[in-house]
């Protein structure tokens, strides 16, 4: 390992640990070969921990001796001396994952296969000893010659250093870490995600012309998801979740990297209920071999774990992945009939189309992809002479057009009833699916820093503010029940000027915005200009504006029972802010339909 020789500022010795060289230093102090007490022999790396101790805080540090040994650089000692805290663990001879990359380039195929298991191995055991890493990267995985090794866990908040609860090194941290607030393992999830994608394609996983906050950080990270090897990337996506409640834990991960997900699990048990219904006599003595009595899964992964690095150590990396499958049967396969999926002429209908087809195509089945068709006033036909099987709807907008609804109606247009409504409405052979919790539908922004100073929440918070604000939009809002004449009625809100935008001109609308000549305006939910300008969308409590959930369209007896299941599997999934995600990608970065579209696809778990 790279190391340098000791500055004059430099103790020269910590606790009785003599200090040899410098190692290694970052935001929370610095790392020195050191050599034992009373031995010139062994070596070991301390790190001198940077702020103020207290003392008596080393809970946490009980709790890291307890990690398991393996994937992991072993905490040996810990301590307060001349009013500083130290950490002493294994020494590990080997440079570093960042290092390796950064002069090396990216990992590939069994190296890379090994880093996926022994890290997440090492995190899996951490996580099982109630310790929280906190600062996962690839400057704290050492790549030694007996395979991957995590050191340098983020203890330095359990000694009371002062360093915040969301330590850790910007480009690697999960959100809720970016944002200062309580994190658990998930966050060393996040972390690990985006330590994979970085040693597997290099530093341009980081590459991005735009400020790099934690919304532009998860840009430039999952617009390289579809480059990724695809067993890493179906592990990988699911890991990227905003909410950390929704990643993956670190045991479930490796589970899945070992090729025992659930899939396979069910495959192997109608394997083994097969063999365990054969006569006695026929059975092996494996199979006649007892049950092992039951142990917690934690135990299993751990020890799992355990071979499988030692397999790993040895070269034997092809251990990790299934034999392949049988061949198949000559007799070929009745051709599945085609599915054809539309689209229409704008980019948010063109990435919704792909997700709905690559989905499909994801299950076997045979997808024809007919964009741009035009307005709802051209595609709908299509559908209805059967042409088009599958659209992306909006289903308060697709209501109106059927005469299902009035836009201008005062009652409320929830999702339940505009779905209700239009069932009743739609020809024998159409149907709506399940309808996704996405909406792109009219809404009141304002900028965070005026949500805050006048504590807006809600549409109504604007009653005792409005008459000094300046509103902008589409002329048409002027005129529309869904626009001023709702708002005076429904909330009781007069603004005290309206100024009109036109479509073409709602990023200006949006700049003047953000600048304060504009007060309030209304934009889609799910246009890109409202994570660019950081704006906030008032909660519309008194629907006054009528649901427009993402709903797809589909030909009753031509799409099949399967096809309605993945399809209704998207709609669980998408929100809005997904798709205001996705739009920034497209619109914003510039990146491919086809690739923002699997990278949700894959993140969501879907394919």
């Known amino acids: 390992m790279d190391a340098e020789p000791l500055r004059p500022e430099d103790p020269r010795e910590v606790a009785g640990y003599r200090l040899i060289r410098r190692i290694g230093e970052g935001g929370q102090g610095v790392v020195y070969l050191a050599a034992l007490p009373d031995s010139g022999q062994r070596h070991v790396a301390l790190k001198v921990l940077a702020g103020e101790v207290d ?5 946490e540090i009980g709790l890291v ?43 590939t195929g069994i190296e890379l296969e090994r880093l996926a298991v022994g890290t997440i191995t090492a995190l899996a055991a951490t996580h099982a000893a109630g310790v929280v890493h906190r600062d996962f990267k690839p400057h704290n995985v050492l ?40 994190i658990g393992t998930a966050a060393d999830i996040w972390s690990w995600a985006v330590t994979m994608v970085f040693a597997a394609l290099g530093p341009r996983a980081f590459e991005t012309g735009v400020a790099p906050n934690a919304f ?153 992809r007919r964009p741009d068709i035009g307005s709802r006033e051209d595609y709908y036909p299509l559908l209805v002479s059967g042409e088009v099987d599958v659209m992306p709807e909006y289903n308060g907008a697709l209501a109106s057009h059927v005469g299902a609804l009035d836009l201008e109606t005062t009652d409320p247009n929830t999702t339940t009833r505009v779905n209700d409504r239009l069932r009743d409405k739609l020809p024998p052979g159409l149907e709506i699916l399940d309808s996704a919790r996405a909406e792109d539908k009219d809404a009141i922004v304002v900028t965070r820093k005026t949500a805050k100073s006048s504590g807006l929440r809600t549409i109504a918070d604007l009653r005792d503010t409005a008459g000094e604000y300046v509103l902008g939009g589409a002329p048409e809002f002027q005129t529309r029940h869904q626009g001023l004449i709702g708002l005076r009625v429904r ?117």
């Open 143 to 182: 790549l030694a010659a007996d395979g991957p090794r995590v050191v340098d866990f983020g203890v330095a908040v359990a000694l009371g250093t002062g360093v915040a609860q969301g330590a850790g090194t910007p480009r690697y941290m999960a959100p809720e870490q970016a944002e200062r607030t309580e």
């Open 65 to 107: 001796q307890e990690v398991a040994r393996f994937c992991t650089a072993r905490v040996l000692d810990a301590g307060v001396a001349d009013g500083r805290a130290y950490i002493v663990s294994e020494y590990v001879d080997g440079p570093s994952l960042l290092n390796v990359v950064e002069q090396n380039g990216p990992l």
């Open 216 to 368: 532009n950080r998860r840009l430039a990270v999952e617009r390289n998801l579809p480059d990724l090897p695809a067993w890493l990337g179906r592990v990988v996506g699911p890991c990227l979740q905003d909410v950390p409640a929704r990643r993956p834990a670190a045991d479930e991960i490796l589970l899945s990297l070992l090729g025992y997900d659930a899939e396979r699990r069910t495959a192997r048990d109608e394997t083994r209920r097969d063999q365990s219904e054969r006569p006695a006599d026929s059975r092996t003595t494996e199979d006649a071999a007892p049950a092992p009595p039951g142990r917690s899964r934690r135990r299993l992964v751990i020890t799992t774990a355990l071979a499988l690095t030692a397999a790993l150590t040895a070269g034997l990396g092809a251990w990790l992945w299934p034999a392949p499958d049988k061949p198949r049967p000559l007799t070929t396969p009745p051709t599945p009939p085609t599915i054809t999926v539309g689209s229409a002429n704008f980019a948010e209908s063109r990435l919704l189309g792909e997700i709905y087809a690559q989905a499909l195509e994801a299950k076997g089945l045979r997808i024809t």
């Open 491 to 607: 909330y009781r809100i007069a603004f005290k000027e309206f100024q009109p935008f036109r479509h073409e001109d709602f990023g200006t609308m949006a700049t003047l915005l953000a600048k304060g000549s504009l007060q309030a305006a209304t934009l889609f939910t799910t246009d890109p200009a409202i994570h660019i300008h950081d704006l906030v969308v008032l909660e519309d409590s008194e629907h006054l504006f009528s649901a427009q959930n993402i709903t797809p369209l589909v030909d009753r007896t031509d799409v099949t029972p399967a096809a309605k299941a993945a399809l209704n599997a998207i709609s669980a999934k998408l929100t809005t802010e997904d798709l205001r995600y996705m739009n920034t990608r497209v619109a914003v970065n510039k990146d491919r339909v086809q690739s923002v579209a699997k990278a949700w696809l894959v993140q969501a778990n879907l394919i």
């Open 55 to 59: 003392a008596g805080s080393f809970a």
